[in-house]
């Protein structure tokens, strides 16, 4: 069964300071890859995913991830973090073919707090 | 445009009664999943379903039931609530293509006393 890890559970940063979020995942076929972030009280929204092409991908409110196959990793990255990215983000994984279905498997999530 | 529907949104159970979670999406999507989420595991999806009338279970489907009777609903089912039920519980649906469309529900908190 594949896996998803997430190397940090709770960083603590400073407003403006650069962010790197890391994620590895177990599966060797062909996957999708995806960024969530889940603001306190409220739902997953999509902060970007992967799918094909240029590993480096842009997402919203600033956030990009790189794709780095031989490594099977997808870290979030952000140059400058603000107060208002104090979320959880998770990264999950969704493998292609067979009866995959499209069941994404989810990293533990990480908890950033940003101070002002 | 509603997206998913999730009811109810909070709801306290005594161990051993039985609720039903409804999951509601109009945006025609085939694929339709539950998921829950506790603190430090992520999500984990419990069961699952590619279209009207079939089910299969996912990584935590024990003390779980479901149902896809219509293809716009998704409900899941307690039968016999225990204190591990204790969670948040997220529904989400998906197009069948290989551009995914997940769309996620905002969520129902349970707690079983």
């Known amino acids: 069964a594949q896996s998803v890890s997430q190397h940090n559970h709770h960083v603590i940063l400073s407003e403006a300071a650069s962010l790197e979020l890391g994620c590895n995942y177990s599966y060797g076929g062909t996957v999708n890859l995806f960024w969530y972030v889940q603001y306190p009280g409220q739902h997953l929204q999509l902060l970007l995913k992967?799918?094909?092409?240029?590993?480096l991908v842009k997402g919203i409110k600033g956030f990009e991830a790189e794709f780095i196959k031989s490594k099977f990793s997808f870290n979030l990255r952000k140059p400058s973090v603000q107060w208002s990215d104090t979320a959880e983000y998770f990264c999950a994984v969704s493998r292609l073919g067979g009866t995959s279905y499209g069941k994404l498997t989810f990293g533990q999530g990480t908890i950033l707090t940003v101070h002002p | 445009n509603a997206g998913v529907t999730q009811t109810p949104k909070f709801r306290v159970l005594k161990t051993g009664q039985s609720m039903t979670l409804l999951c509601a999406q109009d945006m025609n999507h085939e694929y339709m999943y539950w998921y829950r989420q506790d603190p430090g595991m992520g999500l984990r999806l419990i069961h699952y379903?590619?279209?009207?009338?079939?089910?299969a279970k996912g990584e935590v489907p024990d003390g779980y039931n479901v149902s896809r009777l219509k293809k716009q609903n998704f409900l899941l089912g307690l039968e016999s609530a225990a204190p591990s039920q204790t969670s948040v519980y997220f529904c989400a649906s998906n197009k069948v293509d290989r551009v995914y469309g997940y769309t996620f529900g905002s969520g129902t908190r349970l707690t079983v006393v």
């Open positions: 379903s590619v279209g009207e009338g079939t089910t």
């Open positions: 992967y799918f094909s092409g240029d590993p």
